[in-house]
């Protein structure tokens, strides 16, 4: 079992934009998530078994799931970034019966 690992957060403007990356070989990618401080930990986009992706109401419109299948890696694109979108990003994959998550990538965005 291997550990996904996030990258790509940052420090950004409102309206600004970020793409993040979940890097997890030899698993299937089950979504991303994020934590805002002092709230629980939220969906943000999962894919369903036949590969569909569904989208947090507060991100839809806004945000895009892709993958490179070649570099085992699964990209979020975040277009019109809010302050409300600000918190700790996770990808959660499923690898050989287990559920991993990685350890996170911070996105901040200033108004």
């Known amino acids: 079992q291997v550990q996904p690992v996030e990258s790509g957060g940052g420090l950004v403007q409102a309206g600004g934009s970020l793409r993040l990356s979940c890097a997890a070989s030899?698993?299937?990618?089950m979504g991303w998530y994020r934590q805002a401080p002092g709230k629980e930990r939220e969906f943000v986009v999962v894919?369903?078994?036949?590969?569909?992706?569904i989208y947090a109401t507060s991100v839809e419109g806004r945000f895009t799931i892709s993958g490179d299948n070649a570099k085992n890696t699964v990209y979020l694109q975040m277009n019109n970034l809010k302050p409300e979108d600000t918190a700790l990003y996770y990808c959660?994959?499923?690898?050989?019966?287990?559920?991993?998550w990685g350890q996170g990538t911070q996105v901040t965005v200033s108004p």
């Open positions: 894919v369903t078994s036949s590969g569909s992706p």
């Open positions: 030899g698993s299937f990618f």
């Open positions: 959660k994959v499923h690898s050989k019966g287990a559920i991993l």
